[in-house]
């Protein structure tokens, strides 16, 4: 039985730390130097969207609509307003390096998953048929799908219309490197909902392991608790980047540089490019995971994942205390010790949190540094050994390669 706990709130520290490393990677990538980036804008029909969209030109998974941002009546009034004739946002695209004509979204999204939607039939595998609803300029078209139009002679007028309604759409080519579109992705979305990495990271390291990890997290409900209360993914994808941090760190601990961007890039990567033969590892840590989430739940309570501060656990869901916590959790003996001294364990996290600077600052600031996180495993690591009175292999710096290592 799961226990009761209330929801952490997020905020986006992390990604505002994860746009200034953008910024500063794009920076060195463009200082001095001319690319022969091509961009042309080009008025694309409705019509010719959506027979992109379905031979999958435009990459639209079927795991991404469970990451589906939009309510219906947005939805519905985007779609309503194509039937008017109003303008609409552009599309901004990106050209596949690896299959010419085939293209990566930069921008338009959710525009572009709705015209999937409303296209579908109510037979098709991958996308939920969208119909209209809570329309009231034209009400006559609320539970209408664009099926139901096609077969109706008196819409025939209308779906004209709307099929040759034009999108603004801007398609980049040659692009230098993922810095280039990642630099993109971030000024295009600057000032509006701030949008996880991740999103762009789904598109530009496709692979069995990236399906695996968008599957895992819309299914296990360990991992969707701990963003919200109704057991529903993050639609900005922040469980599938805190999957693949935990994956980088059980995998790929001695190559962090401090990078965390870059480390989970790299991660992802690794991790398709090597699917054939570590799936049935990587299946078994996510399985550890979730056994590690549980147990930080039934130890912390409510307080699970988040600082003390001397007085009151913060509200904040803290990702530096996620690290520590999955890392040694994941022991299933380590787990067992831990339950059987849950007082124990809280108020060694509190005696921590209070009386070690350096795991406070671990854990505070500059968290993402190979000495953070090198300090926040050791100085946990060794807390646990004393408490639970076992051996627990940590993690350490070695001073030589400036890179963290497991103990011999």
């Not at 609509?65 to 219906?72: E, N």
């Not at 069995?208 to 895992?216: I, L, M, R, V, Y």
């Not at 033969?277 to 930080?296: H, Y």
């Not at 380590?334 to 005696?351: C, D, H, P, Q």
Request: proline share 3%; net charge negative; glycine share 4%.
């Amino acid at each position: 039985m799961e226990p009761s706990h209330q929801q952490a709130s997020f905020d986006d520290e992390d990604y505002q730390d994860e746009e200034a490393l953008i910024q500063e990677d794009a920076s060195a990538l463009l200082a001095g130097k001319n690319y022969d980036a091509v961009v042309t804008a080009t008025d694309w029909t409705v019509e010719t969207l959506i027979s992109q969209l379905k031979k999958r030109n435009i990459k639209l998974d079927p795991s991404f609509q469970r990451r589906d941002a939009w309510t219906l009546k947005r939805k519905s009034e985007f779609i309503e307003s194509l039937f008017l004739g109003l303008p609409v946002p552009q599309v901004v695209l990106a050209e596949s390096k690896d299959r010419k004509g085939s293209y990566i979204v930069l921008d338009g999204k959710q525009r572009l998953l709705t015209l999937r939607q409303f296209s579908a039939t109510s037979q098709d595998p991958e996308f939920k048929q969208l119909r209209l609803s809570g329309l009231a300029l034209r009400a006559d078209l609320n539970g209408v799908a664009m099926v139901d139009a096609t077969d109706n002679p008196d819409f025939e007028d209308d779906l004209r219309f709307f099929e040759n309604q034009t999108i603004r759409t801007v398609v980049l080519r040659n692009w230098p490197s993922e810095d280039y579109l990642y630099l993109v992705f971030l000024r295009l979305n600057s000032g509006s909902l701030p949008l996880s990495p991740q999103e762009l990271r789904q598109v530009v390291s496709p692979g069995s392991f990236t399906d695996f990890a968008t599957d895992f997290t819309s299914k296990s409900a360990a991992v969707m608790g701990l963003f919200n209360s109704n057991q529903q993914p993050d639609f900005r994808m922040r469980d599938v980047e805190l999957s693949i941090r935990y994956f980088g760190l059980v995998n790929y601990l001695d190559g962090y540089t401090g990078n965390l961007k870059l480390f989970l890039d790299e991660t992802s990567q690794k991790l398709n490019t090597e699917w054939d033969s570590l799936e049935k590892n990587v299946r078994g840590q996510s399985l550890e995971l979730e056994n590690a989430i549980q147990v930080t739940w039934e130890v912390f309570s409510e307080n699970a994942f988040r600082k003390w501060n001397g007085k009151d656990f913060e509200r904040r869901f803290n990702r530096a205390v996620f690290d520590v916590m999955v890392y040694f959790f994941r022991d299933s003996s380590t787990r067992l010790k831990a339950l059987e001294n849950r007082e124990a364990v809280i108020k060694g996290f509190k005696s921590l949190c209070e009386q070690s600077g350096p795991f406070r600052t671990s854990i505070e600031t500059t968290t993402k540094s190979i000495g953070a996180l090198s300090t926040r495993l050791q100085l946990w690591g060794k807390k646990l050994s004393e408490i639970l009175d076992i051996e627990v292999p940590i993690p350490k710096l070695d001073k030589n390669t400036g890179r963290i290592t497991l103990a011999s």
